[in-house]
Nanobody, 115 residues
Framework: QVQLVESGGGLVQPGGSLKLSCAAS????????MGWYRQAPGDQRELVAS???????GYAGSVRGRFTISRDNAKNMVYLEMNSLKPTDSGVYYC?????????WGQGTQVTVSE
C-alpha cells in the first residue's frame, strides 16, 4: 500500500492556527479524492475535510469556514490549514483517500488546542 505520512501538528492556543501536511509515497493523483480525518479520544475517526481530484472541497459542519484543505498533486502532498482553532478540534489527524482508493492508515499527527 501507499504510505501516507502526516506532520505539522502540535500544541496551539484557542484561536490559533496550524497547517498540517500529508506526504504520499506514491502518486497522489491515483487516489482521486483525498481527505483529512480526525479521531478524538473515545470517538470514531471522522472525515472533517475532503478534496476531489478537480479541487472541489467538502467540510464537516464543525470545521466549515475555519479549515481549508488543499492538494498539490505534483508534490504528492495534501494540506489542511486550520484557523480559529477550538479545543474541540483536538485529536489525531490522519490523511487518506476519501474516494475509491484507501491506503493503510499512518501514524497521524496530534493536534491539541488548549491554554
Amino acid at each position: 500500500q501507499v504510505q501516507l505520512v502526516e506532520s505539522g501538528g502540535g500544541l496551539v492556543q484557542p484561536g490559533g492556527s496550524l497547517k498540517l501536511s500529508c506526504a504520499a509515497s506514491g502518486s497522489l493523483s491515483s487516489f482521486g479524492a483525498m481527505g483529512w480525518y480526525r479521531q478524538a479520544p473515545g470517538d470514531q475517526r471522522e472525515l472533517v475535510a475532503s478534496i476531489t481530484s478537480s479541487g472541489g472541497t467538502g467540510y464537516a459542519g464543525s470545521v466549515r469556514g475555519r479549515f481549508t484543505i488543499s492538494r498539490d498533486n505534483a508534490k504528492n502532498m495534501v494540506y489542511l490549514e486550520m484557523n480559529s482553532l477550538k479545543p474541540t478540534d483536538s485529536g489525531v489527524y490522519y490523511c487518506n483517500g476519501a474516494g475509491f482508493r484507501r491506503a493503510d492508515w499512518g501514524q497521524g499527527t496530534q493536534v491539541t488546542v488548549s491554554e
